[in-house]
């Protein structure tokens, strides 16, 4: 797949696997249909910045993308026009963003060393940012039950939360 003027650094299928996400250096992200391999219409523009990070909820009717502007931006999959404003609240690059099972939260990790949960219904974070890092989140994931959440950081180690208490 060819259409981004500058690395790729993210991926991501949507549920059904019709639609293949990219997040680039170039400020853009490209959406693909699989079967063909073509390009769906124009790039999302929204972050100034290199996008870092993108994930399909598990429903398919959201994409949310991270980028090195320190925002997150939730997407509407039918319309491609972005949902409200950018999620702020992060101090550094948002390196990973990741949807919980149900679609219920949204997770962020920062090259700030936290963890942040969102409700992406409204946008507003849930809870105070998870701390304790030494080094930039680079990889946010949840378990399949969605009581989980694990990060992977820069100086090689990983913190499991749970998320539930």
Do not use: Y
């Not at 991926?11 to 019709?18: E, R």
């Not at 680039?24 to 769906?40: E, F, P």
């Not at 999302?44 to 993108?54: A, Q």
């Amino acid at each position: 797949l060819t259409g981004h003027s500058d690395k790729v650094n993210s991926v991501c299928f949507s549920p059904d696997a019709k639609l293949l996400a990219s997040g680039s250096d170039d400020a853009t992200i490209r959406i693909w249909d699989t079967q063909t391999g073509v390009a769906l219409g124009q790039p999302l523009r929204g972050h100034t910045d290199w996008f870092k990070s993108v994930d399909f909820s598990p429903d398919g009717k959201l994409l949310a993308s991270g980028s090195d502007e320190k925002t997150i931006q939730i997407w509407d999959t039918q319309t491609w026009t972005a949902v409200g404003e950018p999620l702020t609240g992060h101090g550094s690059w948002v390196r990973s963003v990741c949807f919980s099972p149900d679609g219920t939260l949204l997770a962020s990790g920062s090259s700030d060393q936290t963890i942040r949960l969102w409700d992406p219904a409204t946008g507003l974070a849930v809870g105070e940012p998870f701390e304790g890092h030494s080094g930039q989140v680079m990889s946010v994931s949840f378990s399949s039950d969605g009581t989980l959440l694990m990060a992977r950081c820069a100086d090689g180690n990983t913190a499991i939360w749970d998320i539930t208490t």
